[in-house]
């Protein structure tokens, strides 16, 4: 090897470990941040195709952990490999964006809270493209003004078509999830589709009550009907939430992710 392949080779081991490293606190949450996203979004084993035709398996994933995109045959053999997908797409894409726009620390609770968000939105919600800034929202939660953390985090809640049901009652949970009022191991996959709107949101404000958690929790703890767990089946439609994240404290699924997002980083800065 010469000089400045070696030199090369060690700029890029340094590079690859400063950029783990900054992502450490929010591993830290990675097991409340995986059920939060099994609860919302589902868990498939299968490549399906989603609302826009796209292949897509695993917990909403497009890519493998390697960066290739999913392919029509594609299958997740167990939930170590499922959270290899989950963990390559949260160094690849997640975390970044959540380094670029926020500056103060997060607890776990925070954390998971806005993943999902991003997760299901993508970074527009934290970064300005156009002004390259952070949003309202970004700078709502440098600031730790609840208030305005809330109103910028509601505003996430629409699709081309207008103001989405599904959506505006994830937005609500995911604010009860960030302020620890919501524990989304404990619930079941996707049953948030039974809340009932009226319950918790109304005239464009959040109930944030006791006994409005309390409903929530009540709602996504029932089996649903059996009609609902067959039709859904393929998303684990009902599974409790937290035997998905079982697993996850093991070394060698996480330590398999960034090895593969390592390669991908260096296969980038060689082109």
């Known amino acids: 090897m010469s000089l400045r392949d070696e030199m090369k080779e060690q ?30 979004e589902g868990c498939s084993y299968e490549s399906y195709k989603d609302i826009v035709n796209i292949d ?9 952990p390697d960066g290739v995109k999913v392919g029509a ?12 997908y989950v963990s390559a797409h949260l160094e690849r894409e997640t975390y970044p964006c959540m380094k670029q726009a926020i500056k103060r620390e997060l607890n776990e609770n925070e954390t998971a809270a806005l993943v999902s968000l991003v997760y299901n939105c993508g970074p527009r919600v934290l970064w300005d493209k156009k002004r390259n800034k952070p949003t309202a929202l970004a700078e709502a939660i440098n600031a730790n003004d609840k208030s305005r953390i809330e109103k910028e985090w509601m505003k996430y809640n629409y699709t081309r078509k207008g103001t989405d049901r599904g959506l505006t009652i994830r937005r609500a949970m995911e604010v009860g999830i960030m302020n620890g009022n919501i524990a989304p191991e404990e619930l079941l996959v996707c049953t948030y589709g039974g809340v009932n709107l009226a319950r918790i949101y109304r005239a464009g404000k959040l109930d944030k009550s006791a006994a409005a958690y309390q409903y929530i929790k009540d709602v996504c703890s029932k089996t649903p009907s059996p009609l609902m767990m067959k039709k859904y089946a393929y998303f684990n439609y009902g599974e409790p939430v ?30």
Do not use: H, P, W
Not at 56 to 64: A, F, H, L, V
Not at 77 to 82: G, S, T, V, Y
């Open 11 to 40: 700029r890029n081991a340094a590079f690859d470990q400063k950029t783990q490293d900054s992502f450490a606190a929010y591993r830290q949450a990675e097991q409340k941040m995986v059920a939060t996203l099994v609860l919302f």
């Open 56 to 64: 897509t398996i695993g917990i909403g994933n497009t890519k493998r």
């Open 73 to 84: 045959r594609d299958r997740i053999k167990d939930n170590e490999e499922l959270l290899r």
């Open 242 to 271: 937290g035997s998905f994240v079982k697993g996850l404290e093991s070394s060698n699924s996480k330590d398999v992710a960034l090895q593969q997002v390592a390669v991908r980083q260096n296969m980038a800065r060689s082109l």
